[in-house]
């Protein structure tokens, strides 16, 4: 049995609306920004979501345009709407493997994807680079009109023979690269009228499985990873990067087991894949959660959730039903119910059942709409689950259940809140103080020496929550 995760561990974001500057350290389930109004706590969610668009769903489309509809102005994206800002990104993901039956052995590592975008009299806004980077051993930088590849010298010194044998075209490459800090460096020109080379790279079509790719080699790996490079020919490029000797894993799904010299490739295709799974949900729109819904295909759930019915009814298929995770919480939070959807003339609808009495979307409750909101979220196996005001429309015991669902998650979920109820469940360990201040911008700080808080907070009597507003905020 062989698992695989990809896990965003830290996020670092410049210049977007009222962030200068700030570093999210994430850890698996809630992570929990807490701040007075207008501090930035949803613009920091906001900027996570604007990472999905700029990084993987806008590329797709023509013309560029990952500010609208939700803006106006590109400039109202960019911290003090100064053009010379740009609005940056820097992604760090722990790639990992597991392989069960008792061998445990796990490979792990890092890699950084970093976007920065510029405003744009033209088209708005655009991607003016785009970098990859596998542990500090080897990165790829893409600029308009040329991409820049660096390799540790020493960690090439070890390996050239085999890229001479093996890949001559990329030992021809390598020998006109430059001495920099340690590091061999080449830069290759893009062809004369390619222009916006970062956007070209993020539009090439992101492949469907995440690690698709099994190489060999000693402590010293060379993937040939294929980018959407036009200066050259076969579009390729070298990536070499090293593992600790005791890293070892197989490959999900393969047939054989594969030996400890085998390495995983990662490319920025299969970031964009995590990217992709950046998901954010705010407050339902329940007025437009009350009427059937057109059925799509779709595996994304809108922000607003206006698609939830269309969604749940693909999800089916896949189980025979609705999910279990939500038919349970259904049967526990509101007892003697049950859920349908209906199908009629292309359009979707939720359907309830309560004690053999038909209930239609009008005759629903909000705060069941925002739990199966929240839930079907979670059941589309985001990689970062963004969620603004949490606690909108439910009650305590409703609060205290999704509260529970989300920290038993393995991957980091970031939740927004205004509710002393979410901050005395969620706890200090993973709570973050968002404030703003002149010069600084929004700025996320964590809550420092947890168990001498608590001791003086129970000599007080005094809540964590009460702390948090009274105090902190």
Not at 323 to 342: N, Q, W
Not at 371 to 400: F, G, K, Q, Y
Request: hydrophobic fraction near 40%.
């Amino acid at each position: 049995m062989y698992s695989a995760k990809a896990f965003i561990e830290k996020i670092t974001i410049e210049n977007f609306k009222s962030i200068r500057r700030l570093e999210l350290r994430l850890k698996p389930g809630i992570n929990l920004l807490v701040g007075p109004n207008a501090s930035g706590k949803t613009n920091i969610l906001e900027a996570l979501y604007f990472l999905w668009r700029a990084a993987v769903d806008e590329p797709r489309k023509t013309p560029y345009t990952p500010h609208a509809p939700d803006y106006w102005d590109p400039l109202d994206l960019i911290y003090e709407k100064n053009p010379e800002n740009k609005i940056s990104y820097d992604v760090a993901i722990l790639f990992s493997f597991k392989e069960g039956y008792g061998h445990h052995a796990v490979l792990a590592t890092r890699v950084s994807f970093r976007i920065r975008l510029g405003a744009d009299p033209t088209i708005g806004i655009k991607p003016v680079e785009l970098a990859i980077d596998y542990d500090g051993d080897t990165s790829i930088v893409f600029r308009e009109g040329e991409a820049e590849l660096r390799i540790r010298r020493n960690l090439f010194e070890t390996v050239k023979e085999h890229i001479a044998k093996d890949y001559p075209f990329s030992a021809e490459l390598l020998r006109g690269a430059r001495v920099e800090d340690g590091y061999l460096t080449y830069t290759a020109r893009a062809e004369q009228g390619v222009r916006e080379l970062p956007l070209a790279v993020l539009r090439f079509p992101p492949r469907a499985s995440l690690f698709p790719r099994i190489v060999k080699g000693g402590r010293a790996t060379i993937v040939y990873a294929r980018f959407l490079t036009p200066f050259l020919e076969d579009g390729t490029l070298p990536v070499i990067y090293r593992l600790k000797p005791r890293d070892m894993q197989v490959f999900r799904g393969a047939p054989v087991r594969l030996a400890p010299s085998h390495r995983l490739a990662i490319s920025v295709l299969e970031v964009l894949e995590v990217l992709r799974g950046i998901l954010l949900l705010k407050h339902p729109d329940i007025g437009k959660l009350r009427e059937p819904q057109p059925l799509r295909e779709t595996d994304r759930l809108d922000v607003r959730a206006v698609n939830l019915a269309p969604v749940l009814y693909a999800m089916l298929g896949r189980y025979g039903g609705l999910p279990p995770r939500i038919t349970d919480a259904v049967s526990e939070l509101f007892p003697g119910m049950s859920l349908r959807l209906e199908l009629k003339y292309g359009r979707v609808a939720l359907i309830a059942e309560e004690d053999g009495l038909e209930l239609p979307p009008p005759n629903l409750p909000d705060g069941l709409f925002k739990l199966l909101a929240i839930l079907t979220a979670v059941e589309l196996r985001p990689s970062l689950l963004l969620i603004d005001e949490i606690e909108n429309s439910m009650h305590r015991r409703m609060i205290e259940y999704v509260v529970d669902v989300l920290n038993s998650l393995e991957i980091p979920v970031l939740v927004a809140t205004h509710s002393p109820l979410v901050v005395d469940l969620v706890g200090p360990e993973r709570t973050l103080i968002v404030t703003r201040k002149p010069g600084e911008g929004t700025t996320v700080e964590t809550v420092g020496a947890v168990e001498e808080l608590r001791r003086r907070l129970d000599e007080l009597g005094v809540g964590f929550s009460d702390y948090v507003f009274y105090a902190r905020t």
